[in-house]
Each structure stands twice: as structure tokens, then as C-alpha cells.
């Protein structure tokens, strides 16, 4: 699987996309927390137990909203915010609109308890004393340690989407039995968030394998990190992921690229606040069909979207194959000349765009 001057090419490519670009924050020495805010539907014991973590970590106000029963609509329910010390219109920050981000918010699942932070080392620490809570979500307005696959940076800057997402699948579950396939469902469910809204289908947005989303199969804008632990029968899982929507660096984000794009001249903007809300949506969902119908319906709809259907691609000493498909485990499913069927693992490859080759990380 390794052309030995594709890596080069690869660190190149790496430099491009992730890193290259310095940036000029100055990195506090831990978390800066500025706001944790939260709708819980978490019984009160679960709530303090949150607020207690957040203030043993940060000075700050933790802002927090609860109260909301199973069978109520998230949507219609009133947000009445249980303050400490500070009331909610001094809110610390009006980088990340709150208001904006509940009303795209149709999970009840996710997201329904947000830790913001509008300066921090990276939302992958801000999440990490909370992932036992299902459901909960970390963002941050700027990353100063923002994490890639493979050991990269991922440029942070404001007018990126960045988050974290806390969430538990049983081992004994029809995803539990495929957890390689979380990652290309995350990217499915961020991909879902941004074109599934009306007139954004026209967006030519396409899944790279195996978690990337990519703009006209050249300009990279979304990436995620799927990680999980083994607790008792629950698998814990931490899906982060950046979107580029609004920042000017790097490269191109998608908001330049729906204004410059004739077919999509028309759309409105997106805001950091619709995509991470419309993705934990998709998340949800997708979860969901996987449980109900299994995971054929999540592979299809996978390569449904995604740009490598039927291209030729050489792997280990020039030979070419066909993609064909991925496998139950997300590994990519390739075609030799004589029919032969083979399996090409994301761990330890990425695809290289520029040289349609697999390469290694
Ligand atoms: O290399 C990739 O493509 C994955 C990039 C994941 C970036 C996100 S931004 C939010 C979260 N915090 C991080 O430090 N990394 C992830």
C-alpha cells in the first residue's frame, strides 16, 4: 500500500490542509472556559454533577438551562435559564449565538447540554472529564491546539465549526458490531446537515473516504476524529470534527465557495450554529435508521455520497484497481484486473487525491 514518493507528496498535502499557518493567539495554559450553557433534560443530580465539574475547572459562569421531560418538544420548550451569578444577557461572549444554534436543534438526543468555550487549547480537552454524559457537546469559538487525524494540526480559527460529541452505543448493537463505521457515519451526518436544507443539495459536496467532506472534489472542508473506549457493555464515543464554514484560512471555507459558486450564488450563508446543530440532527438520525434497518442502509447512503464510486486507483508497486465499495467495518472494498475483491484499511492509509493512490498515513 506505500508508493514511497507519494509520501512526500502527502506531507504536502497534509501542510496544505491542516497546517502551514501560523497562528497568532496566544495559548492559555489550560481550557479558558468563558461559558458553559446547558439545556439539560438530565435529572438535577446529573446537572450539578456537570456544573460542579465545569466550575472546579474555571472560575467562570456555568449558565444553565434544565427541566425538559422526555415527552416535551425541545423546540416549544420555554428556555428558562437557571442562573448563577450572572444574568443570562451578559452572557460572556456574542461570537456563538445560542438562540440561533437551539432553533436548528431537532435531536433530542444531542446537544441539549453545550459547553462553549470562545478561546481553548482544543473542544477534544473539553470534552474529555464529560464523556460519560451521553449527548453532550463541546464548541469552541477559536482552537489554539486544534487536533487532525494522523498526528496534523487543524488550523482553528474563528469562523470554524468546531465541536465535539459525546455519545454511547452498545456493544451488542447493530453499530456496536461495526464501530469502524462510526467515522464514515459522523462525516455522513455532516455532509447531511449542510444539504439537506433547502437548495443546498446543489452544493457539490462529496465524501472522501474515509471521513472527509470535500467541495468539488478539490477543496477539503470538513475532517473529523472518531475515538471510542470499552466501558463494561457501552462502547463511549467522542466524535470531533471542524467544519470550515466562515474562517478566511486555511484554503477556501464554504461560505466563499457558495457565494463564488454560480449554481448556489442565491443560498444564504451558513452559520457555525446550523451546522452544528443540523449535523448532531443527521447524527441522530443515522444512529437511529442504523438501529432500525441495519447497517446496509448506512453503507449505501455512504456511497451515495461519496467521489470515489468506480475510480481506478493504484495501491502497492503501481497496481490499479477499482473501488467497489466499503465493507461492514468502513475498510475500502477494491477490484484487481482478474475480479479479485481485496480490502484497503483506513487506519493505516489515506487516500491521496492529487495521485489517486492509497498511500500510507
Ligand atoms: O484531520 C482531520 O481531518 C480531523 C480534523 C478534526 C478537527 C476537529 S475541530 C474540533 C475538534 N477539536 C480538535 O482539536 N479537533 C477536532
Redesign the pocket.
Known sequence: MIKSNASRVCQMLSNKH?GGFKQDIIEPAKPSLTAAYCVSRFNDAISDMLIKQINDNSKLPVYIKKGISEDEDVKTHPRIPIILNVPITSLPTNSFNFDRYFDNLESFRFGHTIIYSEVTT???DLIDPFISIDGLVTVAGV?T?????SG?T?V?PKGCA???VAFHIPLSSRLGQSLGLVQHLVSLAVLRGIIRAAGYEKLDLRLKWPN?IYWAKSVKVS???VTSSLIGNNVQCIA???VNVNNSHPGQPLNQLITNCLETKELQPLTVEEVIARSLNELDYLIKETERTGIEMLKKLYLQHWLHTEQKIKISGDKEVTIKGIDDHGYLLVEDASGKISTVQPDGNRFDMMQNMIVKK
Do not use: H
Not at 491546539?145 to 487525524?149: A, D, M, P
Open positions: 491542516f482544543t473542544t477534544i482552537q491546539q486544534g487536533r487532525g487525524r496534523n487543524w482553528s468546531m465541536f465535539c472527509d475532517g473529523n476524529i470531533a470534527v471542524g
